[in-house]
């Protein structure tokens, strides 16, 4: 059949795949717009459908956050020299094993 040829109230359109001439009557909308010949029509994959269950994340119980407690440190500052140990001005003598 020729592609130019006359049908009252037709009109020709050219495929947004293939870029095909054809007739407005033999012309199919796709799932996403575009309007094709009846080569290129594909319906929409069913998985496209499929909803995921969303996920319970939460826990039975939960204890609350605790308090922040702020503790002071006492450095002690310890000079070591050959054979013994001085702290706050106590001599401590030692022996190397």
């Not at 269950?53 to 308090?67: A, E, G, M, N, Y």
């Not at 440190?73 to 190397?96: A, K, P, R």
């Amino acid at each position: 059949m020729k592609k130019a040829f006359f049908i009252s109230g037709e009109w020709n359109i050219t495929c947004d795949v293939c870029s095909k001439k054809i007739k407005a009557h033999e012309a199919k909308q796709r799932w996403d717009g575009f309007i094709v010949c009846p080569d290129d029509f594909e319906y929409r994959h069913p998985q496209d459908f499929v909803k995921a269950q969303t996920d319970k994340l939460t826990v039975p119980f939960q204890r609350p956050i605790p308090t922040l407690t702020f503790t002071s440190i006492v450095y002690t500052i310890l000079y070591v020299e050959d054979d013994y140990i001085e702290d706050q001005g106590i001599q401590t003598y030692f022996e190397e094993s």
